[in-house]
């Protein structure tokens, strides 16, 4: 089930939130485990298996973890083992069976087939598995949990039914954002009711969250589709406005999602970390992924940077520890050498940056409109990376294939106007608060089912990740 949907915006929101409001005390992790497993597993039943090992191995392991003392080290191993193994094989095996097709023209998964078939006496295929959706988020929360409970940062918990909240919570299931549970353990535990302005004001915001979806970010893509859909015919004109219109749809999708996730939890009586900070008014690479993105910057930093030795050490360890975490983030983003090379770019470049800029102190002497212009000039040829379209939306960007046919032309006029709007919401300073605002949920709340109604819904950019 997916947010921008009839289905969850008529019906299941309107009646999970009312149960939980009316709900006795004791009835309500029950009531909202039950409904995060009907909201998951409303597209595919199957995906409750992998939901439901990931939560067994960590909600299991912890509590064995905490009685064999002598063993804690290797069952934490144990555990992360377990809980990245369906990730691996869903998200990475099709990327490391290609990879050594294409090196050493070896098919793992027909040596698997063939291996299987021996064994079993019967022909069996291996084929590309589907990605579940949101386990790349899944998975991530409960390594958070389980590691949090091996250094002491958190207790163990008991309750099947209240883990089985903190890691299936529908609100943030399936894009994040990735909460420690350390955030969520006194709400788990105390769950009250929450007041109606906590639900007014929750339900507010996701309104907003949906409106920058539908109504921002999905026109933004179909324009993005038209673009990539044949670069000769975009031109370099349609190249670069495209290009502009994918880094803002990206933007207000996620950002978008996790105001819908902070707001549905907010009416439930959940607050959770921000995960966005307008990105795109940061100064610098290092600002912007401080702003973007912040519960996966957090989880790297707490989880991989740190223990690997952060800057507490040489500066080239400092600096391998910089490649390896951005490397493990690209790889994070998708199964694909796009990813990788995503994640390396930005990894060079924040080291550069710091290296030459932050602790040399020229970066505070560069004018803030320069700093700012590179910054996202920077951002925007990493997102061409990340698209997939790298070299051919390049060349085009360059003028290799012209000016672009007067179809696009058109295309690019009727855009603009949404495009500077979205810029204006990215770049501009804070807006003030207007009290006539808290009445515009409805009415952007309207205008979502009626683009819905009129042309569907999109998938979530993060949607399978």
């Given at each position: 089930m997916v947010f921008s949907s009839f289905t969850f915006l008529l019906l299941f929101m309107p009646l999970v939130l009312l149960g939980y409001r009316l709900m006795p005390s004791k009835a309500r992790m029950?009531?909202?485990?039950?409904?995060?497993?009907?909201f998951y597993g409303w597209g595919s039943p199957l995906w409750l298996l992998l939901l439901g090992w990931c939560m067994i191995v960590s909600w299991g392991g912890t509590l064995l973890m905490m009685r064999?003392?002598?063993?804690?080290?290797?069952l934490l191993i144990l555990m992360i083992a377990l809980d990245l193994l369906p990730l691996f094989w869903f998200k990475y095996a099709a990327f490391f069976r290609d990879t050594l097709d294409h090196l050493f023209g070896w098919n793992a998964f027909d040596a698997l087939s063939g291996v299987l078939s021996r064994l079993l006496g019967a022909e069996i295929q291996v084929s590309t598995p589907v990605l579940p959706a949101g386990i790349s988020f899944f998975t991530f929360q409960a390594i958070s949990y389980i590691v949090d409970v091996w250094r002491g940062d958190a207790r163990a918990q008991r309750s099947l039914i209240v883990f089985g909240v903190y890691l299936s919570l529908f609100p943030q299931l399936v894009a994040g954002p990735i909460v420690r549970y350390t955030d969520l353990e006194a709400q788990?535990?105390?769950?009250?009711?929450?007041?109606?302005?906590?639900?007014?004001?929750?339900?507010?915001?996701?309104?907003?969250?949906?409106?920058?979806?539908?109504l921002l970010a999905d026109a933004l893509g179909r324009f993005w589709g038209q673009v990539n859909a044949d670069f000769s015919q975009a031109g370099a004109l349609g190249s670069w406005l495209g290009l502009?219109?994918?880094?803002?749809?990206?933007?207000?999708?996620?950002?978008?999602?996790?105001?819908?996730?902070?707001?549905?939890?907010?009416?439930?009586?959940?607050i959770m970390p921000e995960n966005f900070d307008h990105p795109y008014r940061a100064l610098s690479l290092?600002?912007?992924?401080?702003?973007?993105?912040?519960s996966l910057t957090t989880w790297f930093r707490e989880y991989v940077y740190i223990p690997l030795g952060g800057n507490r050490c040489a500066r080239w360890r400092r600096d391998l520890n910089v490649m390896i975490v951005w490397a493990l983030t690209g790889l994070w983003h998708g199964a694909g050498w796009n990813f990788v090379?995503?994640?390396?770019?930005?990894?060079l470049l924040l080291i550069l940056e710091k290296r030459f800029l932050i602790d040399t102190g020229r970066?505070?002497?560069?004018?803030?409109?320069?700093?700012?212009?590179?910054?996202?000039?920077?951002?925007?040829?990493?997102?061409?990376?990340?698209?997939?379209?790298?070299?051919p939306l390049l060349t085009a960007m360059t003028g290799g294939s012209g000016w672009g046919s007067m179809e696009i032309w058109l295309a690019c006029l009727a855009?603009?106007?949404?495009?500077?709007?979205?810029?204006?919401?990215?770049?501009?300073?804070?807006?003030?608060?207007?009290?006539?605002?808290?009445f515009a949920a409805p009415v952007l709340m309207l205008l979502c089912l009626g683009a819905l109604a009129a042309q569907g819904y999109a998938p979530f950019v993060y949607f399978q990740f």
């Open positions: 029950p009531f909202l485990f039950a409904a995060s497993l009907l064999g003392q002598k063993r804690r080290r290797w788990l535990l105390e769950h009250p009711r929450p007041t109606w302005e906590q639900m007014r004001r929750g339900l507010a915001r996701f309104c907003t969250g949906l409106a920058k979806k539908v502009i219109s994918f880094s803002f749809q990206i933007y207000f999708d996620f950002a978008g999602y996790s105001d819908m996730a902070l707001g549905l939890g907010e009416s439930m009586g959940f290092t600002e912007f992924w401080r702003r973007w993105h912040i090379l995503w994640g390396v770019y930005f990894g970066a505070a002497r560069i004018p803030r409109l320069v700093r700012h212009g590179v910054s996202y000039l920077l951002v925007l040829f990493g997102w061409g990376m990340f698209s997939g379209f790298g070299l855009h603009l106007p949404l495009l500077i709007f979205c810029a204006v919401l990215s770049f501009a300073p804070r807006l003030p608060r207007v009290r006539a605002w808290r």
